[in-house]
């Protein structure tokens, strides 16, 4: 099984700042996700990353993939209240049939103080 | 509206009492997949389809069933629930050809 270790587990910082979160393996993925959840909902999709060295922007939320597939980050700048949630990457898993077997890494939970 | 629901929202049972999890998505998706979340472990997979009659193995496929008998539903089965599938469940569901998966609103079970 192919693993994602998110770093880190836990982000407190206040309006305004800058923050990085980071998605990293040892093993390579043929994409990975990134996707935000709020309390008491289902995870949403933010993006997906497909090709090595990618960079995506998201109004103030940047993701990259690395150039050798194995590890992606996701940037925010300037981070409002509204960002606050749980951030996890996920992957697809070379051990499951076309896509099916889908790999997480364990989270980053942000707080945004006002 | 497009969703992905699931029922019960929360549950609270006992050790062994048989419990199934309904989920069921409006968006005509091949593709459906259970998830455990815990704190600190992130989501971890289930049991995935990829179509009618179709099911796999996730990462932690011991104690639970699934089946997929219609394109609509895919019910989560724990036939003899322990206290270590304590939980919250989340259903998904995606088309084939495109990436984005939907997950459903989550189901809190407790087994005491």
């Known amino acids: 099984t192919q693993l994602l270790e998110q770093s880190p587990q836990f982000l407190s910082i206040q309006e305004g700042e800058n923050l990085t979160v980071y998605c990293n393996s040892s093993s390579v993925f043929s994409s990975l996700q990134w996707y935000r959840q709020e309390p008491g909902e289902g995870p949403v999709l933010l993006v997906t990353?497909?090709?090595?060295?990618e960079v995506k922007k998201l109004k103030r939320l940047t993701f990259q993939f690395g150039d050798a597939r194995k590890d992606s980050s996701l940037h925010i700048t300037a981070a409002q209240p509204g960002d606050t949630g749980l951030y996890l990457c996920a992957g697809p898993n070379a051990g499951g049939t076309s896509y099916g077997k889908l790999t997480f890494g364990q989270g980053t939970i942000l707080t945004v103080h006002p | 509206e497009a969703q992905v629901t699931q029922n019960p929202r929360y549950l609270i049972t006992v050790t062994g009492k048989k419990l199934t999890v309904t989920c069921s998505q409006n968006m005509n998706h091949e593709y459906m997949s259970w998830y455990r979340q815990d704190p600190g472990l992130g989501l971890r997979q289930i049991y995935y389809?990829?179509?009618?009659?179709?099911?796999d193995k996730g990462d932690v496929p011991e104690g639970y069933k699934v089946s997929r008998k219609e394109k609509r539903n895919f019910p989560l089965i724990l036939e003899s629930p322990s206290p270590n599938q304590t939980s919250l469940y989340f259903c998904?569901?995606?088309?084939?050809?495109?990436?984005?998966?939907?997950f459903g609103p989550g189901t809190r079970l407790t087994v005491l």
């Open positions: 990353v497909v090709t090595g060295g």
């Open positions: 998904a569901s995606r088309a084939l050809s495109y990436n984005e998966q939907f």
């Open positions: 389809s990829m179509n009618v009659e179709v099911t």
